[in-house]
């Protein structure tokens, strides 16, 4: 499977400016042939939210207008691709939710509400009740978003479920040590990491940047990776694991 993983800085706030750049980094990737296409988490609005108050006018359900416009780009250019982005879902109950909807020409083929919420989501977003696995061009996906990476009970979930492909979409704040190489636990279980990062800094958060693809059972070995800085597409080869090698 050909895969897109999309290093990509939002404005904070300001959605239709957003959705245009996401769009905009979709058709590149598109046009490159891929798959599936990964965007960071709360692509739509960058991070972080301060409040509830401050989450509900960017909010959308996950057939919004970011996907409705994701699909009709895609059934535009003709493509069987499926695009992963997060932003803050409002559900039906009015609860707000840290996702990340997959969408296809077809429309919303999935939705995961984050588990394991990092202290900048809890005075705005519910916890996702379930963990997920989709299965994506012959490929069975598991879905995570930032803090769900340095949970012990996602990397248990990734022992029991052994998927072939971890879709990761992050807003990773920086520490001393490489995010790659702290993503790696993920890979452990047999399964390739596609790791969608922010950069910059927002509201004196700092972002590392360093998107990646990484080979199952890495160290922090990369397949490609972007840099700490700066907008990228990485493309990248997933094998079929029904095919020979």
């Not at 069975?140 to 979409?169: E, M, N």
């Not at 995010?179 to 990491?193: D, I, N, R, S």
């Amino acid at each position: 499977m050909n895969l897109a993983v999309v290093q990509l800085r939002t404005p904070l706030l300001n959605v239709s400016r957003a959705r245009a750049m996401m769009l905009a980094a979709v058709k590149q990737a598109v046009e490159a042939r891929a798959e599936l296409v990964l965007l960071p988490e709360l692509c739509t609005t960058g991070y972080p939210l301060n409040s509830r108050e401050e989450a509900l006018p960017v909010a959308e359900p996950a057939y919004g207008e970011t996907a409705k416009q994701v699909q009709a780009l895609l059934a535009r250019m003709g493509s069987d691709a499926l695009v992963a982005y997060g932003y803050p879902e409002i559900a039906r109950n009015g609860h707000l939710y840290n996702s990340m909807a997959l969408v296809s020409a077809q429309g919303v083929e999935q939705n995961y509400r984050k588990v394991a919420l990092y202290k900048a989501d809890k005075p705005w977003a519910t916890k996702g009740s379930r963990r997920m696995l989709w299965s994506v061009k012959g490929l069975l996906v598991a879905p995570g978003i930032c803090a769900d990476g340095s949970d012990p009970d996602y990397w248990k979930f990734l022992a029991r479920a052994q998927p072939d492909l971890v879709l990761f979409s992050s807003c990773w704040v920086t520490d001393p040590v490489d995010p790659p190489e702290k993503w790696a636990v993920m890979t452990y279980f047999g399964a390739y990491l596609a790791a969608a990062d922010r950069w910059g800094e927002d509201r004196g958060v700092p972002y590392p940047g360093r998107s990646c693809v990484m080979p199952p059972e890495s160290t922090g070995e990369t397949l490609v990776a972007a840099g700490e800085t700066g907008d990228a597409i990485l493309l990248c080869v997933v094998p079929d694991p029904s095919l020979p090698e």
